[in-house]
Each structure stands twice: as C-alpha cells, then as structure tokens.
C-alpha cells in the first residue's frame, strides 16, 4: 500500500488520470460519435466512420501529451497543437480534450524560460487568429437570403447581405478574443506559477544557507569553548602536579635526615592536590557558563597566595607592581593569572633547583603589562609547548601582545600586554 501511494504521487500517474478525466468528460459532454461527419441538425452522412476514426486518433496525442507534459512539456505542446488541428480540418467544433493545448501551455511556461514559453504563446495566438478568420463556419442570422437555389420566393436585397457578413465577421472576433484571452491566461497562470516556484526555490536555498552558517557557527562555539577547556584544564593540572612533583622530590630528599620536614612536605602534597582537585571541578561546572558565582574565577588578587605557593615549592619569587592598580574586566583578570600561573610552572619544571624568579605587574591607562623571569639554565620550550601556546591563545583572543624566549643575561622570560579598555568583561 506505500509502494502504491508513493507511486500514485509521481508526475506521470497523476498526468494519465488528468488525461483520462478529460477524455472522459468529453465522450460523456461532447459524444464525439454525434458531432463528427455533420452538421448541425443533418442526419449522418456516407463516410462518417472514417471521420471518426481519423478524429479518435487524432485525439490520442492529446491525451499522450497530457500524460507526460511534466517531462517533456514542449514536445508534448506540439502533439496536442497537432491533434487540434486535425480536429478543426475535420470541421469539428473543439471539444474538452482540446483543452490539453491550454494545459501544456500552462506546463511549458511553468517549467521553461519566460522567453521559450513566449515564443510558443506566440505561436499559438497566430494559429488561433488564422483559424479564426478562414475556417468554414455556419452563419447564424438570415442565412437563407445567400441562397441561390430555387426555393427561394424572392431575391436577396443588399441590405439583407450586409447584415449577414456583419453577423459572419462579429462572430470571427469574439471567437478570436476567446481563443486569444484563454491562451493568454493560461500562460499568465503558468508564469506567475513558475515566478512562485523560483521565489520559493531561493528562500529554501537561503534557508540552507543560513542553517549551514548556524551549524558552521555551532561548531566554532564548540571548538572554542573546548580550547578554553583544555587551556584551563592545562593550566590547573600541570600547576598542581609540578607543584606535587616538587614537593614530593623534597620530602624524598628529607625522609631520612628530616622526618618533620617531610611530613610538611606530605601535607603540602595532600593540600595542593585537593586545590588542583576543586579547581579541576570548577571549570567543568562552569562549562557554558559565563560567571560561577559559587566559585570565582582567579584573578591577579590570588597572585601572593599562588606565589606563596611556589615559594613554599621551593622556588624564590618575588612579586613587582608598577603604576596604580585598576578593576580588570574578568577575562583579562583570568588571562593575567593564568598567564603568571602557567609561566612559573615551567620555571618549576626548566629553570632548576637554584633558579628564582619575579612577576613585574605593569599598570597603564589602556592595558597591564604582565612580565615573568626567571634566573634558571633550563631549557624551556619557547614555540610549541602547549603551555607557551595556551598563554600565546590567551593574549591573542583578549587583542594584547605576547612574547616569550631566553634573556640575554640567561634564564627565561615571558611577557605579555593585555588591553584593559574595551576588553570584554
């Protein structure tokens, strides 16, 4: 039953059951059998038969073209034109099934260019008006004042005569106006038909376009926010393991000659994880959105417990502001702290056991320079570690400026200048 209501929905089946509905409607409505081979009130004439045989298949390219005009609309316009026009040299008035050629004139001005379907309507007016000002046609009115033969009791006056042709010629033109004003609007129909579909055909297009540009948009959505995520990520996890890991090689080196020592060491260890742990909880919880109010973001007022931190780790630092500290939007707050955060986790990592390091905080007006350095012989990673690289995104997006690489002097440094006026808050 799909298989059937599916094929009942394509072009052709439905275009068969319109032709057949036509050619049915004209056998009940026009009984071809009485019309073809005479003439209006005669009885039938000798050599009907074949009349009605040639008008029968005269019809059947209209029902053909009926059929397929969403297929071929221009070829199947020509067998119906032609089907027409051996009804009319039959003499026959036109009938239902000769309404196929103001179907296929629709079809062909809904389906091809505005200038082919033109060109047929054209066409079809020029046949119209020809057959309209020559073919036979019985003349109504004082008919028999035209005759000749012997019946007639008294001859035809001028007068009679005139009204006559001008009976024959009103009658040529309204035929003609309705032939023309049904052709023409058939047409209209089929054009403004074919303006709609183009009309709707761009819509659908620029619908599609602007569902790929929201999906496009979606997936940079996402991919940015995933790169916050591992940055942040990152940046919590690597802080909090160096920091273990530092911790962790003290109390090694103190378990025999310091057992207070380690046990601090120990606790050290215990408290830094249970922060990277909380911290690791925050930013997955805060995942979409814009601020956590439960848990803030870090900014640079936890600069002296983190560098405490790293004091504590076995790292000197020392920390320098410059010029009158000012309200940082959040993002440039966050950015400035983890840029400071992840910049002495590799100095943790690279710069060695007797390397210290200073954080300089430079105030201006338009935006904070940040500037980290350290004393150490490590080799730090100056292009693709992923920390340099998360600091370098980090500038980016926020428009500032970043550099890292080794001091002339020796050590490492890390500097960046981040726009404080319109930064996003």
């Known amino acids: 039953m799909t298989a059937l209501r599916a094929w009942a929905r394509l ?3 439905q275009d068969a059951a319109l032709a057949a509905v036509l050619l049915l409607a004209c056998v009940l409505v026009n009984d071809p059998n009485a019309i073809v081979g005479r003439t209006a009130g005669a009885p039938a004439v000798e050599g009907q038969a074949p009349q009605l045989a040639l008008w029968w298949g005269a019809s059947a390219p209209a029902v053909l073209g009926v059929t397929f005009r969403r297929l071929r609309p221009l070829p199947m316009l020509a067998c119906c034109v032609l089907s027409v026009v051996v009804h009319v040299a039959q003499a026959a008035p036109l009938t239902i099934i000769d309404l196929g050629v103001l179907i296929l004139l629709h079809s062909v001005a809904t389906r091809r ?14 046949l119209a008006a020809g057959w309209s000002l020559h073919a036979p046609r019985p003349l109504t009115g004082p008919s028999a004042v035209l005759s000749t033969g012997p019946a007639l009791e008294t001859a035809s006056t001028p007068s009679e005569v005139m ?17 023309g004003s049904a052709l023409v609007a058939s047409w209209a129909i089929g054009s403004g038909a074919r303006s709609r579909r183009a009309y709707l055909d761009e819509l659908r297009a620029h619908a599609r376009d602007l569902e790929r540009e929201r999906d496009q948009q979606a997936a940079l959505a996402v991919a940015a926010e995933r790169a916050r995520i591992s940055r942040e990520l990152h940046d919590v996890v690597a802080h909090g393991l160096s920091l273990m890991v530092v911790q962790a090689q003290g109390g090694a080196a103190a378990i025999d000659n ?3 020592g380690t046990r601090a060491a120990l606790d050290a260890i215990v408290t830094t994880g249970r922060d990277s742990l909380a911290d690791m909880r925050r930013v997955l919880t805060a995942v979409g959105e814009v601020d956590d109010a439960w848990h803030p973001q870090p900014g640079l007022a936890h600069l002296p417990a983190l560098i405490a931190q790293v004091n504590r780790a076995g790292t000197p630092v020392r920390l320098r502001v410059e010029g009158t500290p000012a309200t940082l939007p959040s993002a440039v707050d966050l950015s400035a702290y983890r840029i400071v955060q992840e910049a002495l986790t590799n100095t943790m990592k690279h710069a060695g056991t007797d390397a210290t390091a200073s954080v300089v905080l430079l105030y201006h007006d338009a935006e904070i320079g940040i500037e ?26 926020l428009g500032g400026t970043f550099s890292a690489g080794p001091r002339p002097q020796g050590g490492f ?11 996003a808050a």
Not at 113 to 126: G, I, K, Q, T
Not at 372 to 382: E, K, R
Request: hydrophobic share 45%; proline share 5%; net charge positive.
């Open 11 to 13: 072009p052709v089946p």
């Open 113 to 126: 260019a505005r200038a082919v379907s033109l060109s047929a309507l054209a066409l079809l007016l020029l």
């Open 163 to 179: 009204t006559v042709h001008r009976s024959a010629s009103a009658d040529t033109w309204s035929g003609l106006s309705v032939l």
């Open 258 to 260: 310091d057992p207070t």
């Open 372 to 397: 980290i350095s350290d004393t150490g012989h490590g080799s730090a990673v100056s292009g693709g570690g992923n920390g340099l690289r998360g600091m370098r995104e980090r500038v980016k997006l």
């Open 413 to 423: 440094a890390v500097r960046a200048a981040l726009p404080i006026q319109g930064a």
